[in-house]
């Protein structure tokens, strides 16, 4: 057993407004160079569409994440013979159109236009060649549904159109939509990493954050198709891959990434998970793919069994990162709870960023009949959701939005009365009285230290540095053993 920790998120997508400050914050921070236009290591969809880059998930083009063969784990992209011969041409390469060109606005023809009869108009201009373009795609060009020409091309709602034997309706009355907030995964078995002919990407060892030397990095691209979550960016300026790193120098000084950070609706959560590393093989290659999403659970290990915790120490786990483990909301959502699931678990890469899935509107009149709608009343379809979360299997996704709906006759029977719940509500126990109070405390009231409970590194800080420097001399420097624990 190698136990190993994870700083892990949990988005709560029924809070998610689609306000897209997580997406500006990030983009302002990271992706503000040239080269880097297009990049949105956040970015927020509006589902059912295509995603950014456009259509994402088509995995029979892009051949992204892993597939099994004859019960062992290979990469889509096929065997390392195959991506040699791929490596100066690759077919599954996205282009720039499948995300979209760059542009600003001639904004000088404003300024500088002589007196005309007309008013003058800034077109718009590539950032890449600086020629004028017309604008047909966008990083959001589903954003509420603009079109519903493209909605209607989402490959999960297709999928989910064949299992229910009827295609799904897009007619207004019973229209659905829900926005899905996407950052790199950061994951357990990142197909991005064993794609990578450089080794300039890996995954730290003390935090799992993912991330690529750009010392290291050559430019050959084959991580960009090896992500099947497209998180992977290629930089036409400086010629090198680069991708989210958890604002892991945030995460360093115990602060939470800047998309959960600055989230207006409060719908991230963040906290250390701990793992078995012997165990992330055995789970990605889980032959049913309706099973991978308990199976990757089922790495996670209790951060109160003396035995792992054993494990951990002598793996180098420092104390204060297993007690943030133990009080770890991601924990408690992910594992005790069983409320969250991974993005597209079929992939394999066992993801460490999970979902809590939504509870969409119900229809009138089922309102009106019962006032709380189980999970195959909701608007959106059950199997569209598990065609997202769990590999097309809905048992899962139902179990979590009939516990959720549990939760809300639990809390207006507690606060209302149980005559106040058509249909009635409990009796409850009180062990499920206690959980459902905690996950309403979680879910609904959270503060900032409740949402986000993520340790200082394992490493010296720059305070204890200086304070070595001062005491022994530049010439002498010696770290206190206490600072490296």
Not at 206 to 228: H, K, L, N, Y
Not at 366 to 392: K, T
């Amino acid at each position: 057993m190698r136990i190993k920790a994870q700083i892990s998120m949990a988005m709560n997508l029924d809070k998610c407004l689609g306000c897209h400050t997580c997406s500006v914050t990030c983009k302002n921070t990271w992706t503000n160079r040239p080269g880097t236009e297009y990049m949105y290591f956040n970015n927020v969809e509006t589902r059912p569409g295509t995603g950014y880059p456009r259509n994402w998930e088509d995995q029979q083009r892009w051949r992204g994440g892993w597939t099994l063969a004859n019960g062992k784990l290979r990469l889509a992209s096929g065997s390392a013979a195959v991506r040699l011969a791929k490596l100066f041409y690759n077919p599954e390469q996205p282009v720039l159109d499948d995300y979209y060109e760059p542009y600003t606005y001639d904004y000088e023809t404003l300024t500088t236009s002589p007196r005309r009869e007309h008013q003058p108009v800034a077109r718009p201009r590539s950032v890449v060649t600086g020629e004028r373009m017309e604008v047909t795609w966008g990083p959001n060009w589903d954003d509420d549904l603009a079109g519903t020409q493209t909605a209607r091309k989402d490959q999960n709602l297709e999928a989910a159109s064949e299992k229910i034997g009827n295609a799904i309706k897009m007619d207004l009355e019973d229209l659905f939509m829900k926005y899905l907030p996407r950052t790199c995964n950061h994951c357990l078995n990142p197909a991005c990493v064993a794609a990578c002919p450089s080794g300039a990407i890996y995954k730290r060892d003390e935090d799992g954050v993912v991330v690529i030397s750009q010392d290291q990095c050559r430019g050959w691209r084959a991580c960009v198709p090896a992500c099947p979550y497209k998180k992977v960016f290629y930089n036409w300026k400086t010629n090198k891959s680069e991708k989210c790193l958890f604002c892991y120098p945030r995460l360093e000084s115990g602060q939470p990434t800047l998309c959960a950070d600055t989230c207006v609706g409060r719908l991230r959560y963040m906290g250390v998970l701990l793992y078995d590393m012997d165990r992330v093989r055995e789970a990605a290659s889980t032959t049913d793919p309706g099973a991978l999403a308990d199976a990757e659970r089922d790495v996670i290990c209790d951060p109160f069994d003396p035995e792992v915790i054993a494990a951990a120490r002598e793996q180098g786990v420092p104390d204060s990162w297993i007690d943030a483990a133990q009080h770890s909301p991601v924990y408690r959502i992910v594992k005790e709870w069983r409320l969250a699931l991974p993005l597209h678990a079929e992939y394999r890469t066992l993801p460490m960023v999970w979902y809590i899935p939504p509870l969409s509107p119900a229809a009138k009149r089922v309102e009106l009949r019962s006032g709380l709608a189980e999970a195959d009343e909701m608007r959106i379809p059950v199997q569209y959701l598990a065609e997202l979360f769990s590999a097309g299997n809905p048992e899962p996704v139902r179990a979590i939005i009939d516990d959720l709906v549990e939760l809300r006759r639990y809390m207006r029977a507690k606060e209302f009365g149980p005559d106040a719940v058509p249909g009635g509500a409990g009796p409850y126990t009180d062990e499920q009285a206690q959980r459902y109070d905690e996950m309403y405390r979680l879910l609904a009231l959270a503060k900032y230290n409740e949402r986000f409970n993520i340790p200082e590194s394992a490493r010296p800080t720059a305070e204890e540095c200086h304070a070595c420097q001062v005491a022994a001399g530049f010439n002498s420097v010696s770290v206190p053993e206490e600072a490296l624990r």
